[in-house]
Nanobody, 123 residues
């Protein structure tokens, strides 16, 4: 069983930056890609970014502001967030999947999830 542990959330002012990290442990050789989702209070979980064998993708509202990357060992994924906006406030979840063929924005295509980390952006 792959385990994902996020870190790096917190409070930022609008226009500021934060970096989220997600460390994967266990049978990570099975992972084809890793991504980030977020869920704001009272809203559905939404796709943020993905990187893996199928490529690198971003949700439109974060393009040009967020950057997803993986560590050299491929077991860590980062989300560098810049030019933060209050609407970026949410719990951010790291996710990993074994399939490389399903839509990256489809949360059901991910097999493993982290516990989530809160990001709050003040105006």
């Amino acid at each position: 069983q792959v385990r994902l542990v996020e870190s790096g959330g917190g409070l930022a002012q609008a226009g500021g930056s934060l970096r989220l990290s997600c460390a994967a442990s266990g049978p990570t050789v099975s992972i084809s890609g890793m991504g980030w989702f977020r869920q704001a209070a009272g809203k559905d979980r939404e796709f943020v970014a993905h990187t893996g064998r199928s490529g690198t993708y971003y949700e439109d509202s974060v393009k040009g502001r967020f950057t997803i990357s993986r560590g050299d060992d491929k077991n860590t994924v980062y989300l560098q967030m810049a030019s933060l906006k209050p609407e970026d406030t949410a719990v951010y979840y790291c996710a990993a999947r074994t399939s490389a063929y399903s839509a990256v924005a489809d949360a059901s295509s991910y097999d493993y999830w982290g516990q989530g980390t809160q990001v709050s952006v003040s105006s």
